[in-house]
Nanobody, 120 residues
């Protein structure tokens, strides 16, 4: 059974920092691309950041320079360091594991989400 379990969410003031973690089980973590997405109330889920199995990263424009995604394959964990948080970063943050095989078969898994609230 595949599980992605996020943690590290909470409430912070504007300008503060949080570090989210996502521990994966039931998959060969090292061969999956991992990502963080978020969904604010009344809005669609959006990409925050991704990291490939090889460690290449990509970020949504509004997160560049503030957020850092990283992974520790030995711990089956992906992290999201969030600095200089803004009220508009308030959302539920979801962890994603994604893999497409050479024949095009896709495996896609989601965590249950962790709430991040930025307010004064």
């Amino acid at each position: 059974q595949v599980q992605l379990v996020e943690s590290g969410g909470g409430s912070v003031h504007p300008g503060g920092s949080l570090r989210l973690s996502c521990v994966a089980s039931g998959i060969n973590f090292s061969i999956y691309a991992m990502g963080w997405y978020r969904q604010a109330p009344g809005k669609q889920r959006e990409l925050v950041a991704t990291i490939t199995s090889g460690g290449s990263t990509d970020y949504a424009d509004s997160m560049k320079g503030r957020f850092t995604i990283s992974r520790d394959n030995a711990k089956n964990t992906v992290y999201l360091q969030m600095n200089s948080l803004k009220p508009e970063d308030t959302a539920v943050y979801y962890c994603n594991a994604d893999r497409v095989t050479v024949v095009g078969t896709r495996s896609d898994y989601w965590g249950q989400g962790t709430q991040v609230t930025v307010s004064s």
